[in-house]
């Protein structure tokens, strides 16, 4: 084996996981904080905080890798390695530990990038105050640097937002920790608007209470405090002030019972995990978790709900990220409208199901009206009197600068928190009050009505027919939150009654329910539905699927038959659209009632797709690097193993070729006694000895040849055994 090959050093896994989040962001639009805790990792906080200042800072560093050209010079380094790396370097522990190949090249680099950072100060203040910038920068990660156009979703600087976790610090404590640490409170500001200059404002050493959270401290962008010991001991929380609004909002005395219907936990038991560790870790004891499905939560069970708050899955549109491709900026239409169906599904949820809330706070963290003012009017048609929109401008005595748009029937009465004038994520959040003067619309009592009716299973015509229309009306409520899994025929019965009674039309009209709206609501949903609680289904599924399109085929095989004999176009697509809807019914109830018991199955399937995907997206960074550098070590190695592998076949022929020709060698040299190489060589080359036939010349040849290689054989097997 060559002495001193060193095999090459790995980048630490931590600085791996938080540069494949980033990239992760920037390509995919996630959201930060699912991606992050997603990740097996022990540190995930660490890694929370590298991404969260890598993405804070993303146009500085963008900045900082044209200046120093690092991309250009090191092709073979990952780009999103790099900004974790400089992140850590400039902004984080403020140097870098490792010896593998990409940390070291960034500490080479490490002066001009410094440098670069004092000449870009101005520029960032510049681009801090601008809106939205168009800029180019370098956006693949290849060794050819393409510059392609892109927009800036976030060209602000937003600051580090610290909140106060008041179960385990009170705030004035806080503010004397953080003065002790050498940071000077700026004075409080008398409106909204000089607040956000203050932040403008803040240096490395100063900090500001939050005008409107007491317990929300911003400080400069980049202030590392992922080693600081409020935070290790949950103290202190990383958060941006937009996810502390609705929470606030909120606002719900001390005593009362509060349930966070989006708390993340779904039908993860590791991200259960999570959240139970991290409300331990907080302090707060009076938590109880319920690991369910939200929608299936039966307020009978927890009749005491006076608080609630809705944060449903969403496009994320507002969240931290890189930079977004002008192209893709927007999210793709069909997928937004899911979104919209399944939070205007889990909203309704909220309001008519715990008829103790007062109190309802809806949020998301997108930019996108389809999200927010859209759902907010689909709600309003269904809520009627019964609650009442709460105008934040008033709430927040008009110290906020963006509300809804005046477009919608909601008016402005929501809140929009925006990245280029609030300094924080984008967020959208709406608040509802009850009215307990007026009883809740009739959609909610219909549903309880139906369960009640499934129960007793009652037989009578007229009432079924009624449960038949009502059945239309909250099908899908039935479907998912009861997740009955009712005869294929019934279904295809239910989908075939075209209008509704005019008992029933009657009934809607007058609780402003329109049919055709929850229709239409109940169908996206059903998508929607499907796409977010049984994504852990899919597998289990895609069998089940499968025999339905086969079967589906035939149908239609089938139907196209019924076609020619009907010779009628019309009915035909009829038939499909019916039969397509039906197969959509049954996959989505199929999804739910089989959800419980495949779950299992399929959680193990869906972790070990996860854990595939995750270990093939750590590894991302370190292949493409691999790619370039260490592949071309990887490279060497494989040729010094296959040197190495040569040599000691070599060895071990030449021992057995030793001990083989050991006696012959001996021979040979007994029978050459006399005879010298140098005397067969001249004999064997000597071309124009002609004295001899051709036959003995080649048998003086192979002697010679026999003896040379012995000889040399032996030499090798000496060396060999001398070294040993
Ligand atoms: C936007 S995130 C909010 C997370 C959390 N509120 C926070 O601020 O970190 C939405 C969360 O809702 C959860 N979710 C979606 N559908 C749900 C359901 N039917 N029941 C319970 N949770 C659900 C998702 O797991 C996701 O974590």
Known sequence: MPEGFVHSVKVPRIYKTAACTIKKIAEHRASLKELVYERKHPNIKAIYALAATALQNSSQLTELLEKTEILKKEPRLDHWLARILITELIWGKQSLQSEAKPVLTIRNYENQLRDALKNTSNDKIEKSIKKVKNVYVILNKKPVVTLVKIHFLISVEKPRYVRVNTLIMSVDDAIQEFKNDGYNLLPKSPNYKSYLKSLESLDTFSFIQDYHIRELFAFKAGTAFYDHDGYNSGALVLQDKASCLPANLLNPPSGSVVLDMCAAPERNERRYQLLCNLIESSGANIVETINADALKIDSNKYPDIEYILVDPSCSGSGMDRIEVNESTNKNDPSRLKSLQSFQVFLLRHALFNFPTAKRVVYSTCSIYAEENEMVIDEILNNVGDAYKLVPIKETLKNEWINYSSEKFNCKDNCLYAKPSVDYSNGFFVAVFER?????????????????????????????????????????????????????????????????????????????????????????????VVKKEFNEENENSNKAGKNKRKKKKMSTEKGENGEKNEENSEETDVKKKKKKLLADEVKDVEKSNVDGEENSEKANIKKKRKKKKLLTKDVDDVEKNYLNGEEKFEETNIKKKKKKKKLLTENEVQVEENNEDNIEKVEKNKKKLKGETNSELKSDVNDKNNTGEDEETKKKKKRKYDSVEDNNSNENVTKKKRKKN
């Open 435 to 527: 009215n307990f003067d007026v009883p809740l619309p009739e959609i909610r009592k219909v549903k309880e009505e139906l369960k009640d009716e499934q129960v007793e299973g009652s037989n009578n015509g007229k009432f079924n027919n009624q449960r038949k229309n009502r059945k239309q009306e909250t099908g899908k409520n039935e479907l998912i939150v009861n997740g009955n899994n009712k005869g294929e025929g019934k279904r295809k019965k239910i989908k075939k009654k075209k209008g509704l009674s005019k008992y029933d039309n009657d009934k809607l009209n007058d609780n402003k329910v329109s049919c055709e709206k929850e229709k239409s609501l109940n169908e996206r949903a059903e998508n």
